[in-house]
C-alpha cells in the first residue's frame, strides 16, 4: 500500500505511514477482527489471485451441497 500510494498516487510516504495508522489499522481492528471468529473463509490477499479464487469457489460449493 505504501510503494502503491508513493508511486501510482504522488503522496508522501510519512503521510501515507501516518494515514495507516491513524486511521485504516483502528477501523481494521474494529470492524474486521471481530468478525473473524464468523469466517468460513479468510481470504488473506497475498496470495496468488487464482488460488484464492479457487478457494472462494470450493467453500460456496461445499455450502451449497449442505444448504
Same mark, same amino acid.
Given at each position: #500500500?505504501? !510503494? /502503491?500510494d508513493v508511486? !501510482? /498516487? $504522488?503522496r508522501d510516504a510519512a !503521510? @501515507?505511514? /501516518? #494515514?495507516?495508522k491513524d486511521h485504516v489499522e483502528p477501523m +481494521? #481492528? %474494529? +470492524? @474486521?477482527?471481530?468478525? /473473524?471468529? +464468523?469466517c468460513t473463509l479468510l481470504v488473506r490477499g *497475498? $496470495?496468488? %489471485? *487464482? +488460488?484464492? #479464487? *479457487? !478457494? @472462494?469457489i470450493a467453500? %460456496?460449493?461445499r455450502q451449497a451441497v449442505h444448504a
Open positions: #500500500r505504501l !510503494e /502503491r508511486q !501510482e /498516487r $504522488g !503521510e @501515507v505511514t /501516518r #494515514r495507516f +481494521h #481492528r %474494529l +470492524h @474486521v477482527e471481530p468478525t /473473524r471468529a +464468523h *497475498d $496470495g496468488l %489471485l *487464482d +488460488h484464492s #479464487r *479457487d !478457494e @472462494v467453500t %460456496l460449493d
